[in-house]
């Protein structure tokens, strides 16, 4: 049974720093992509980063650059988010999803993304 499980979301003031983790398992995915993506209330749900967790390539998105870095730890089979610097624009419910499309180029569109998570809400106050 594959599971795909977010965790690490909370609510903190801007400037701060949360981690998300995502646990992948109970299937050898096709792909080795990896993404995190985040919907606001009233808006599409909409690509954050990507991660090739084989060859180490990493995708982000304009709002998020310089600020959230994604990272894999192959032997725990978990992927993070370390996000830095939170703005009150990055509230959302985060969702990680893996077997992921296999040209980077694609990373941020969510129908290449075969498994989902139930997502983790992240609040940013000002």
């Known amino acids: 049974q594959v599971q795909v499980a977010e965790s690490g979301g909370g609510s903190v003031q801007a400037g701060g720093s949360l981690r998300l983790s995502c646990a992948a398992s109970?299937?050898?995915?096709?792909?080795?992509?990896m993404g995190w993506f985040r919907q606001a209330p009233g808006k599409e749900r909409e690509g954050v980063a990507a991660?090739?967790?084989?060859?180490?390539?990493?995708y982000y998105a304009d709002a998020v650059k310089g600020r959230f870095t994604i990272s894999h730890d192959n032997a725990k089979n978990t992927v993070y988010l370390q996000m830095n610097s939170l703005k009150p624009e990055d509230t959302a419910v985060y969702y990680c999803?893996?077997?992921?499309?296999?040209?980077?180029?694609?990373?941020?569109?969510?129908?290449?993304?075969?498994?989902w998570g139930q997502g983790t809400q992240v609040t940013v106050s000002s």
């Open positions: 999803a893996a077997d992921g499309p296999y040209y980077g180029a694609n990373w941020y569109q969510k129908e290449h993304y075969n498994y």
């Open positions: 109970g299937y050898t995915f096709s792909s080795d992509c």
């Open positions: 991660i090739y967790t084989r060859g180490g390539s990493t």
